[in-house]
């Protein structure tokens, strides 16, 4: 896999969406997170559980390496309130008790509710998933999936060649430019082959 995964940044995007749904199944527990999440409304699986486990393997490291957590997305507007939401976590949590990574998740619809405490950057209501990932920090990071009638669907508004070429570049669309900076030099002490593009 290690090869595949090297070669990545050399192929079509047909290519990179078939090696990558060949890889992600690979991780451990991943089909059945993505089997349960089905049940969520308008649900993906995001962000380091997907690019952080191809540097892994690029890197020769063990799976879910200084993966941090496993987010969760979903959409659900028509219900803002955090209990809601606190439901869905502890089910979630109940179901994959023996999990080693905690899961983070997030109905993606009340996301502007608590941004601005938080990151002191004020934030509108998103509109839909798409808007939100297209979003995050950094561009290579701009990724979710799902099950969709057996087959791995993938959320890439800029595509994969960032990650599979270990490529850190920031997304200024929401972010300012310490936590920017702050996550991409914890990501080159942790996964050093990576080449960080400045602010």
Same mark, same amino acid.
């Given at each position: ?17 078939? !090696?990558?749904? /060949? ?7 991943? *089909? ?10 308008? &649900?993906? @699986? ?6 952080? =486990?191809?540097?892994? @393997? ?13 987010? @969760?997305?979903?959409?659900?507007? =028509?219900? !803002?309130?955090?209990?809601? /939401?606190?439901? %869905? ?19 993606? &619809? ?5 941004? /601005? ?9 998103? %509109? ?5 990932? &297209?979003?995050? *920090? @950094? ?43 702050? #996550?991409?030099?914890?990501? #080159?002490?942790?996964? *050093? ?7």
């Amino acid at each position: 896999m290690k090869n595949k995964l090297l070669n990545g940044q050399h192929l079509s995007l047909n290519e990179q969406v078939n !090696l990558l749904t /060949e890889f992600v199944m690979t991780i451990e527990g991943m *089909p059945q997170i993505l089997e349960e999440i089905t049940k969520f409304p308008n &649900a993906w @699986v995001g962000a380091g559980i997907i690019f952080q =486990n191809v540097w892994n @393997v690029i890197h020769g490291y063990e799976l879910n390496t200084y993966v941090k957590d496993i987010d @969760v997305l979903y959409w659900d507007d =028509n219900d !803002l309130t955090w209990a809601s /939401e606190n439901n %869905h976590i502890r089910l979630f949590t109940e179901i994959f008790p023996k999990t080693n990574i905690p899961f983070d998740i997030k109905n993606i &619809a009340r996301v502007h509710i608590w941004y /601005e405490q938080r990151f002191a950057i004020p934030k509108v209501q998103y %509109h839909s998933i798409e808007e939100s990932i &297209a979003t995050w *920090p @950094v561009i290579g990071a701009c990724l979710a999936m799902r099950m969709n009638k057996d087959q791995l669907e993938f959320i890439a508004p800029y595509g994969f060649q960032d990650m599979f070429s270990l490529r850190v570049r920031p997304n200024k669309a929401l972010v300012n430019q310490t936590i920017y900076e702050n #996550k991409a030099t914890r990501w #080159k002490e942790q996964w *050093p082959k990576l080449s960080i593009e400045k602010w």
